[in-house]
């Protein structure tokens, strides 16, 4: 019954090709940012979500410690790797336009009169 389901699914003609948005937040330049500054904005990312999750803010930067004193391949080239492979996935959504949220925001605002919060 899914098969069924999915093969009408996917069958179906959008109306408007491109019609779904993907919007991606930013992100550091993983090979080619100075390693004290993707560890100073690891603590900053962990400042910022420390209430709501209860992160202290050496949380990230102590499992990175621990990743590159395990492993060959230092942290920072396999997350470079990651999101390599995750632009792939996201560019081959079908039906999709992939946006950075600064775009989103203007897109929105310029839409509507409004702006887009994004936290």
């Known amino acids: 019954m899914e ?4 093969r009408r699914f996917l069958a179906l003609q959008l109306p408007n090709a491109r019609q779904l948005r993907i919007v991606v937040r ?6 080619n940012t100075p390693y004290p500054d ?3 904005g690891s603590r900053a990312f962990c400042r910022m979500i420390a209430k ?3 992160l202290p803010e050496n949380f990230i ?3 990175i410690q621990v ?9 920072f080239h396999v997350r470079a790797a990651m999101k390599d492979i995750a632009e792939e996935n996201l560019v081959a959504v079908k039906y999709a336009t992939v946006t950075s949220i600064a ?14 919060s994004v936290h």
Do not use: C, M, Y
């Open 52 to 54: 709501p999750t209860g």
């Open 67 to 75: 990743w590159d004193r395990t492993f060959a391949l230092p942290f």
């Open 26 to 31: 930013q992100s550091p330049d993983w090979l």
């Open 103 to 116: 775009s989103a925001k203007a897109r929105t605002a310029n839409a509507r009169g409004t702006t887009l």
């Open 38 to 40: 993707l560890i100073e």
């Open 3 to 6: 098969t069924g389901f999915w």
């Open 61 to 63: 930067s102590d499992v």
